[in-house]
Every structure is written in structure tokens, then in C-alpha cells.
């Protein structure tokens, strides 16, 4: 990204659980719990350690502002790029 002229441009792969809109916020947060147990776990580590990545866990309102920011970020590069769906 360096090369096509941005230089402070970062991208920063990531997944994670959603629910559907509406979810009880007590499934929400159990869901948020145990999938951040499984990520601790020793041998969920060295899978990711093999790929070279880092688990990261938040709380479910830390990923949403995540997402959108992110939804901003990328919206910006699409419109500046032209790109469109055909």
C-alpha cells in the first residue's frame, strides 16, 4: 500500500460471532464469553500462532464501533476508487 502512494493505510483482517439484530443481550453476552474461552484455549493458540495470528477478544459493543469504523474506513477507499458492482 506503501507503493500506490498510502502510506498510513492499514488493513487489519478479522472475524468474528455476530447475532441477529434483536438477540437478548444475556445470549449476546454468553455468546461473548465462551467464544472468548475457546480463544484462550491452548490449542485454539497454537493454531492461530501457526498462521500468525493474534487472538483478540472485546466486548460486543467494542466490536460494533469495530465494524462500523471499519465500514467507514473501507466505504471511503471504495468510493475514492470508482469501484462498482457489475
Same mark, same amino acid.
Given at each position: 500500500m506503501k507503493e500506490a502512494g498510502l502510506k498510513d493505510f492499514e488493513l487489519v483482517l478479522y472475524s468474528g460471532i455476530l447475532a441477529p439484530r434483536g438477540a437478548p443481550r444475556a #445470549? #449476546?453476552?454468553?455468546?461473548n464469553a465462551e467464544f472468548g474461552k475457546a480463544v484462550r484455549l491452548p490449542d485454539i493458540q497454537k493454531i492461530y500462532s501457526t498462521v500468525g495470528a493474534l487472538p483478540v477478544t472485546s466486548t460486543p459493543g467494542e466490536f460494533a464501533a469495530y465494524i462500523s469504523a471499519e465500514m467507514t474506513k473501507l466505504g471511503k477507499l471504495v468510493q475514492i476508487s470508482g469501484a462498482r458492482v457489475d
Open positions: #445470549v #449476546v453476552d454468553r455468546l
